[in-house]
């Protein structure tokens, strides 16, 4: 049995792994590429802990990095070595022999919020860099939701009630919608047509997605997201607008709707973070917290930064 075949089993026994850790999604994510997973076990050969990866290659550098539209990764460890800060270090040590036998040029991966294998991996030599997200994780209340919204996103509201929510928005026609958004604004997706497709077919199957769209009368959509889940949070996870109907207040409204949904399938609702400061601004106005996570890095081939800084040209010019 392979160690990804041994994971699939392993994670269908867990009372919970992240969305972007299961192999379903990094099946979707990675598809035409391809993904593994290290597993460190103890002596009856249990898996105390898993790290599923992206391995790339650029001429002759090997590398590990995030999929796209994936927040989280890196180790996921068993309850019974997360309550011991000693197990989880050598865990994590463990881990650390397998990626330098690997001759990789550098490794980056993004850990869940809280995860003691973030100083773990600190310590044993990994450079750490902080991200965040914005998470409502009460949403038994809707009227203290709505109050707990700024003024402005309140009065966007209020301008909203024209509109109405469908969901009937297939996912052809919102990655139509959501390419004419971006073109209006002189970007492009960083992904494909065929990537999202894969993607939402694979978690339409599971009934781990929604589409959403705001609409006018003529069911004209000024504003769309597609959401997904797992056990316990909704990812905000390609929400779109149309930038001629940015005073409508339609993507105020779409935010409340997915909140909504996350309300009636009993999970939080995660923003899926940003470190564009307009975006963590307007995510802010919506009774969210701030909610830290981690990046953990190592440059095994000091040269390959030059590789790194070239994509984050690229990215920049895409958006």
Not at 39 to 48: F, M, P, S
Not at 96 to 114: S, V
């Amino acid at each position: 049995m392979t160690n990804k075949e041994r994971y699939s089993e392993w994670v269908a026994k867990q009372e919970y792994v992240p969305l972007s850790m299961h192999p379903w999604w990094l099946d979707a994510v990675c598809a035409g590429k391809g993904w593994d997973v290290l597993l460190v076990e103890d002596e009856q050969k249990q898996i105390l802990g898993a790290m599923p990866y992206l391995l790339r290659k650029r001429a002759w550098f090997k590398y590990i990095v995030m999929p796209p539209l994936s927040q989280s990764g890196g180790i996921w460890v068993t309850p019974e070595v997360t309550a011991d800060r000693w197990k989880t270090a050598e865990v994590c040590r463990r881990f650390k022999e397998q990626l330098d036998a690997m001759g990789l040029a550098y490794y980056y991966q993004q850990y869940i919020p809280g995860s003691l294998c973030v100083d773990a991996m600190h310590g044993l030599g990994f450079k750490t860099k902080e991200r965040v997200t914005y998470r409502v994780e009460d949403l038994s209340d809707l009227d203290a939701l709505i109050a707990s919204f700024s003024k402005n996103k309140r009065r966007q509201l209020q301008k909203a009630l024209s509109l109405h929510v469908e969901k009937t928005m297939d996912i052809e026609e919102f990655w139509r919608f959501h390419s004419r958004c971006l073109e209006s604004r002189k970007r492009r997706c960083s992904y494909s047509r065929e990537f999202l497709l894969v993607l939402e077919r694979k978690a339409r199957r599971l009934n781990q997605c929604e589409i959403i769209s705001i609409c006018n009368a003529d069911g004209q959509p000024y504003a769309a997201a597609l959401l997904v889940w797992d056990k316990r949070y909704m990812y905000y996870l390609v929400p779109t607008y149309d930038a001629a109907f940015g005073e409508s207040g339609a993507s105020a409204l779409l935010v409340l709707e997915a909140m909504k949904l996350a309300r009636e399938k009993q999970v939080h609702f995660d923003f899926e973070g940003s470190m564009e400061r307009g975006i963590a601004n307007h995510y802010k106005q919506f009774g969210s917290t701030r909610t830290t996570y981690f990046g953990v890095e190592k440059y095994y081939k000091p040269i390959f930064r030059i590789a790194i800084w070239i994509q984050k040209l690229r990215e920049w010019r895409y958006r």
